[in-house]
């Protein structure tokens, strides 16, 4: 039965993602992990970002820019492209979840400044068999994450682009058996902006890019009718990089990007003030999601050492030789006390005129975590080189 509560909730993607985390975390006494509904939204679907760490806001621009910032998109180099990416999730554990994303992008305009995109991701949680106390069969529940969304973004200036995407969100978690839960449904923005200069260092002249993407700025999520209400992933992301080239053909970046949710931190449980704690559970229950994004840089209970724990840190660079081959390696790292997060990544890639092919592995640093060994693969296709093959 509780597989079966959770899901009424919609909770059950949150207790896989806190199954995630060692059982020797559960055990400390300060744990107090910020909880969202949809949370295979900060799953990263791209190769080349997940081998650099898991960060892509301040990265060169590429066809996956759409999930990490739809800003570095007018700064493309090519006129349209297309991607698609696949990732098997928890895959020590089930061999049936997994995140799939199709990603593309055209450039308007004579001056080709500014970009349409638009992004389609599924992520299933395969096959769940519910029971109930008695250990009798609730029947199958098959959850599924589905997101929409398109953007626009346009150069301010020749160093500078914004883009804003919006998106629709429907997270359905109901079982074959009863049908009780509903679908939930949630509408979302992005607000992105990216900017890069070259700047000479030495004898030659690199390129420093800074960007940021304040992503999921919408409505809660609901599985019941609305008599509960849920915060959807919203986050700031900001980073920097900086790509020095070598010589003419090889070349090497080093990015450095800070995310936090901006969902409110939840009470922790007191066992001396059941009362006290009921009140401050009931006002985060009650909390509408643009007064969590500002609430959120000061409500931890642990004060400001709390809420820097809650920022992502990661550190990611990239070899390329020639523009065509590329290996990447990164590291990212959130407390202990809010979710253990902490792994190094690694990937390579190759590019060519029509098309290009990423692939990355995850090495967790922590013990018994289920995301060791995750790979991701991304498949991307040039618009422009595929119509002159064919003329």
């Known amino acids: 039965m509780i597989?079966?509560?959770?899901?009424?909730?919609?909770?059950?993607?949150?207790?896989?993602?806190?199954?995630?985390?060692?059982?020797?975390?559960?055990?400390?006494?300060?744990?107090?992990?910020?909880?969202?509904?949809?949370?295979?939204?900060?799953?990263?679907?791209?190769?080349?970002?997940?081998?650099?760490?898991?960060?892509?806001?301040?990265?060169?621009?590429?066809?996956?820019?759409?999930?990490?910032?739809?800003?570095?998109?007018?700064?493309?180099?090519?006129?349209?492209?297309?991607?698609?990416?696949?990732?098997?999730?928890?895959?020590?554990?089930?061999?049936?979840?997994?995140?799939?994303?199709?990603?593309?992008?055209?450039?308007?305009?004579?001056?080709?400044?500014?970009?349409?995109?638009?992004?389609?991701?599924?992520?299933?949680?395969?096959?769940?068999?519910?029971?109930?106390?008695?250990?009798?069969?609730?029947?199958?529940?098959?959850?599924?994450?589905?997101?929409?969304?398109?953007?626009?973004?346009?150069?301010?200036?020749?160093?500078?682009s914004m883009a804003v995407a919006l998106r629709y969100i429907r997270s359905d978690q109901s079982t074959q058996s009863t049908g009780e839960n509903q679908a939930g449904n949630a509408f979302a923005a992005d607000i992105a902006g990216y900017l890069q200069k070259y700047v000479v260092l030495g004898n030659a002249e690199s390129l420093w890019s800074f960007g940021f993407n304040v992503k999921n700025i919408g409505t809660k999520i609901s599985y019941d009718g609305g008599a509960t209400t849920l915060f959807i992933p919203t986050s700031l992301n900001i980073g920097t990089g900086l790509l020095y080239p070598v010589d003419d053909y090889n070349s090497i970046s080093f990015n450095l990007e800070a995310s936090k949710l901006l969902v409110?931190?939840?009470?922790?449980?007191?066992?001396?003030?059941?009362?006290a704690y009921d009140a401050a559970f009931k006002k985060y229950q009650e909390t509408s999601s643009i007064s969590g994004i500002f609430s959120s840089f000061g409500d931890a209970p642990g004060g400001i050492k709390e809420e820097f724990r809650e920022i992502t840190w990661a550190f990611g660079a990239e070899y390329s030789y020639?523009?065509?081959?590329?290996?990447?390696?990164?590291?990212?790292?959130?407390?202990?006390?809010?979710?253990?997060?902490?792994?190094?990544?690694?990937?390579?890639?190759?590019?060519?005129?029509?098309?290009?092919?990423?692939?990355?592995?995850l090495l967790s640093t922590i013990q018994s975590n289920p995301l060791d060994q995750t790979l991701r693969f991304t498949l991307a296709f040039d618009m422009d080189g595929l119509r002159n093959l064919f003329h």
């Open 322 to 361: 020639d523009d065509k081959f590329f290996v990447r390696a990164g590291y990212s790292y959130l407390h202990p006390t809010k979710g253990n997060l902490q792994y190094f990544t690694a990937g390579a890639g190759f590019k060519m005129n029509i098309f290009r092919i990423d692939a990355s592995y």
């Open 3 to 160: 597989i079966k509560r959770l899901m009424k909730l919609g909770w059950l993607p949150i207790a896989i993602v806190l199954f995630v985390a060692p059982t020797s975390l559960m055990a400390q006494e300060q744990l107090n992990v910020v909880h969202t509904s949809v949370p295979s939204m900060n799953i990263s679907p791209d190769a080349r970002a997940a081998g650099m760490g898991d960060i892509g806001v301040a990265t060169t621009p590429d066809a996956y820019s759409q999930y990490w910032n739809p800003s570095k998109y007018a700064f493309m180099d090519t006129k349209a492209g297309i991607s698609f990416s696949y990732t098997p999730w928890l895959s020590k554990l089930v061999n049936d979840i997994a995140l799939m994303q199709m990603t593309g992008f055209y450039k308007l305009g004579t001056e080709e400044n500014q970009a349409i995109s638009a992004s389609l991701r599924y992520f299933t949680l395969g096959k769940l068999e519910t029971f109930n106390e008695m250990g009798d069969s609730m029947g199958e529940a098959h959850p599924n994450e589905f997101a929409f969304d398109l953007g626009y973004s346009r150069q301010l200036s020749e160093d500078f």
């Open 264 to 275: 409110p931190t939840p009470p922790i449980m007191d066992q001396n003030d059941q009362a």
